[in-house]
């Protein structure tokens, strides 16, 4: 085979049927993706928008759990070719956090947080940059939580440990 129809790889080199082959494992894996997304949505009672798809892919794709704020989204968003208002966004987050897609974490000012990560944990917050990190399940112990007002439940809690 001539050197022109090669293409290099770490191991040597691809003959233009194993790139197609790979092209198409790549293709198979980015329909399970949209699959997944599909069916995350789906589970969760909401309908399938372009916008929750296009959200849901951006947050949930790589399967990494994030922090996100509301700009980030969008600036995403925007950057991949996709239009989506601000406020639409907004809306769009927080429809996923009542299907329990996402958790919003509150850190103090007017700062709201997305996070992936649905589970109980505690975070981190680097002030100086506004950065969240997570801290692993049962390595802050909270002692006892108090019972709520009369009438009145616990929907849910956040610990935030401010560093720098």
Known sequence: MDSKNQLSSRSGFIEPSQ???ARCVFSYFRT???KTVTQLLEGANLRLTRTRKAIAQL???DGLNRHVSAEWVARELDEAGEKIALATVYNTLNSFVEAGLLRQIQTGGQAVIFDTNTDEHCHFLRESTG???DIAPGMVDLG???EPPTGMRVKGW???IRVD
Do not use: G, R
Request: charged share 30%; net charge negative; glycine share 0%.
């Open 131 to 133: 950065e969240l990190i």
């Open 59 to 61: 947050l949930y794709e």
């Open 144 to 146: 006892k939580i108090p």
């Open 32 to 34: 399970m993706i949209k």
């Open 158 to 160: 956040d610990v935030i």
């Open 19 to 21: 790139h197609l082959a």
